[in-house]
């Protein structure tokens, strides 16, 4: 199935264009979840990601029809939020924060995860990759471990948001 889907890169300049895309695939993939206020501020994420001048994002289409995407942009140097959880940082240490991955229910499964995540990861020359996963997704950690991240702390970085496992993973992947 994943071999028909076509991945297309998109900028902080589209982010008029794709906007409303990212929000009808979080509505569809949080559906059962809508009710929690911290997922009521997806629109917000997507502003503040998308706003970033580095913004990138991948989106897959079967034929026309949205089955999922991936975003971030790079972290500025010395604000990286992961820094807190290693001594020593390592010496190189640009990121690309990884921010956020969404399938549509239909397409999980078949690989259209990983391609999303390595066609974004592919797009920069930052040295490492950062992301958050929710501690009470054991298996989205692990499916993320499998692409070579591994778990340096825990973070809640909003008080209404969960506690987030801090990932890492060097660059370019394996």
């Given at each position: 199935m994943t071999s028909a889907l076509k991945l297309r890169h998109y900028s902080h300049d589209d982010l008029?264009?794709?906007r409303q895309?990212?929000?009808d695939v979080?509505?569809?993939v949080y559906k059962a979840?809508?009710?929690e206020e911290f997922?009521?501020?997806f629109p917000w994420f997507v502003d503040h990601w998308g706003g970033h001048p580095e913004f990138s994002c991948v989106i897959a289409y079967d034929n026309n029809e949205v089955v999922g995407f991936a975003y971030g942009a790079p972290g500025r140097e010395g604000r990286e939020w992961w820094?807190?959880?290693l001594d020593p940082v390592p010496e190189k240490s640009r990121?690309?924060?990884f921010s956020e991955l969404?399938?549509?229910e239909r397409w999980r499964k078949t690989g259209t995860s990983e391609r999303l995540h390595r066609a974004l990861m592919g797009a920069g020359d930052a040295d490492l990759a950062a992301l958050l996963v929710d501690v009470t997704h054991p298996k989205v950690q692990a499916l993320y471990e499998s692409w070579g991240y591994r778990k340096v702390g825990e973070d809640q970085p909003f008080p209404d948001s969960p506690v987030f496992a801090v990932m890492l993973v060097g660059l370019p992947l394996p």
């Open positions: 008029p264009e794709i895309t990212l929000l979080h509505d569809d979840e809508m009710e997922n009521q501020r820094r807190e959880h990121t690309f924060h969404m399938v549509r």
